[in-house]
């Protein structure tokens, strides 16, 4: 197998979604060095939405269907499955991922919440664990749970511990950020009004703060969050810097509805926890647009200009 620990690696999705047609678009838009980019891909897929200006290698991933665009199928879900494994197994510098429909993979029999899941199932060893990130410039949240239903959402003081300790290392490694300051939102309305309104940011959440500030962490007690995001989205629309480095979030919508409020389709979905970092627009499938070739590329060219150094 050749080496690609030096490249950039784009899955293009769902083919019956907007995946192919917004990579080949942000990559015209870039003109990246095609010794940078390999495409996890099919030529029949790309053909039918665009027209690459540059000559990058492609991986050839099987589709035995036809081009559908707006339809859900299984054959469409296997091919955004084998491509995911066919990215792990290369092992590139960075991974960015267009976007797949679940119930597409659900349908060929790869039952998994979403492409993080996937990653980390393929990609994970000694404990490791994926985490959500997600970053519009200097506004980023994480999400202390995933893709679960909101009645599911349980948290405990050890998890809050080690993915908040875990994400300052991330910073300081990784982003070079030192000493970052993080926010986090409490899980009830108004982080529990003290304890009228939910008891876990006082039996849960606060211990796990005491926990994070001995070993150095920089990092508030549960806070009520629509205060929060109220003004880190006034400093993101106003071009100032955000309050905070990052929104610790204690669940899904918790943290993407105020991100993905201001600054749209630029969000840029960022899997860390795992040796190599993986980058994906905010967005889904738009199965509603797809082949139309209105769809924009603004969010597939921020996800890839994120893993770009």
């Known amino acids: 197998m050749s080496n690609y620990s030096n490249k950039i690696a784009i899955t293009t999705g769902d083919p019956n979604g907007i995946g192919a047609e917004i990579t080949i ?82 349908l060929a029999g790869h039952i998994f919440n979403g492409q993080t899941e996937v990653l980390q199932s393929l990609l994970s060893h000694d404990g490791q664990h994926a985490e959500m ?68 940011e006082i039996e849960i959440m606060n211990p796990a703060v005491e926990k994070l500030c001995k070993m150095g962490v920089s990092v508030t007690k549960p806070l009520p969050s629509d205060t929060l995001f109220v003004k880190a989205g006034y400093a993101y629309n106003h071009n100032q810097k955000v309050p905070f480095d990052c929104y610790i979030a204690a669940y899904h919508d918790q943290g993407l509805i105020p991100i993905k409020t201001v600054a749209g389709d630029k969000t840029v979905n960022m899997t860390i ?32 200009e994120a893993v770009i150094s």
């Open 25 to 106: 678009k942000a990559l015209n838009k870039l003109a990246l060095d095609p010794a940078r980019v390999v495409l996890i891909s099919n030529r029949k897929v790309l053909d039918y939405y665009g027209k690459l200006d540059h000559d990058y290698e492609v991986i050839e991933i099987p589709f035995s269907g036809e081009v559908e665009p707006g339809k859900v199928s299984a054959k469409a879900g296997e091919f955004s499955y084998l491509s995911l494994q066919k990215v792990c197994e290369i092992q590139p510098a960075a991974i960015v991922t267009a976007p797949v429909a679940k119930n597409a993979m659900h």
């Open 133 to 200: 990130l997600f970053v519009a410039k200097d506004f980023r949240v994480l999400l202390l749970t995933r893709h679960c239903a909101l009645k599911d959402v349980t948290l405990t003081s050890d998890l809050i511990v080690k993915k908040i300790a875990d994400l300052k290392e991330f910073f300081e490694d990784r982003l070079k950020i030192d000493d970052p300051k993080f926010a986090l939102c409490g899980l009830n309305p108004h982080a529990g009004e003290d304890g009228i309104l939910g008891k876990e």
């Open 273 to 304: 926890g795992l040796d190599i970092i993986r980058t994906s627009p905010g967005h889904g499938t738009a199965f509603d647009i797809a082949g139309k070739n209105i769809a924009d590329e603004g969010g597939m060219i921020s996800a890839i």
